[in-house]
T-cell receptor
Framework: DAGITQSPRHKVTETGTPVTLRCHQTENHRYMYWYRQDPGHGLRLIHYSYGVKDTDKGEVSDGYSVSRSKTEDFLLTLESATSSQTSVYFC????????????FGQGTRLTVV | AQSVAQPEDQVNVAEGNPLTVKCTYSVSGNPYLFWYVQYPNRGLQFLLKYITGDNLVKGSYGFEAEFNKSQTSFHLKKPSALVSDSALYFC??????????FGAGTRLFVKA
């Protein structure tokens, strides 16, 4: 998995609580992404980062924020979790040679009750 | 806006037979096209890409994909399927920039 670690791997949280997911990489890649995977929708981009403190929104960014204070860590925060945010979340990094999101973490399964 | 469609939710094939997983795309410019595979409880794994050049692209694990500009398709193929190829396959497209759009996925079942 090219040195990508997501934490936690599983989480159950209550509606209205804030949740932070962490993506950690060990290979100094510049571009990092957060996706959510839902049946029938494939993967949808939430936010991405193109460098430290440089982030931008994806197609489903409402209700999510991100931060990247150092190259190796990309944090995804659900500001006030809702049941519609129950999903599997994947972090990805872009490989410069392949020029696409080449490596994905193992995912975080989040359940909002 | 760019988009990608995988018209089949599931494809069933017998081991040893050729397999095809279909993908069509829509972009206004030149597409960057990709295929990924996902095994249970794992993240996606990159299989192959088309940027420019030969219409037949070869990738990992014996997979290949054929780019057809007139039909706006990028079908994934393998001459002889293995049971271990059973997984979820995603087609993706990017039209420059940093954002990649993924299809909904096609589940491949290879029966022994």
């Amino acid at each position: 998995d090219a040195g990508i670690t997501q934490s936690p791997r599983h989480k159950v949280t209550e509606t209205g609580t804030p949740v932070t997911l962490r993506c950690h990489q060990t290979e100094n890649h510049r571009y990092m992404y957060w996706y959510r995977q839902d049946p029938g929708h494939g993967l949808r981009l939430i936010h991405y980062s193109y460098g430290v403190k440089d982030t931008d929104k994806g197609e489903v960014s409402d209700g999510y924020s991100v931060s990247r204070s150092k190259t190796e860590d990309f944090l995804l925060t659900l500001e006030s979790a809702t049941s519609s945010q129950t999903s599997v979340y994947f972090c990805a990094i872009r490989n410069r040679e392949i020029d696409t999101e080449a490596f994905f973490g193992q995912g975080t399964r989040l359940t909002v009750v | 806006a760019q988009s990608v469609a995988q018209p089949e939710d599931q494809v069933n094939v017998a081991e040893g037979n050729p397999l095809t997983v279909k993908c069509t795309y829509s972009v206004s410019g030149n597409p960057y096209l990709f295929w990924y595979v996902q095994y249970p409880n794992r993240g996606l794994q990159f299989l192959l890409k088309y940027i420019t050049g030969d219409n037949l692209v070869k990738g990992s694990y014996g997979f290949e994909a054929e780019f057809n500009k007139s039909q706006t398709s990028f079908h994934l193929k393998k001459p002889s399927a293995l049971v271990s190829d059973s997984a979820l396959y995603f087609c993706a497209v990017r039209e420059g920039g940093f954002k990649t759009i993924f299809g909904a996925g096609t589940r491949l079942f290879v029966k022994a």
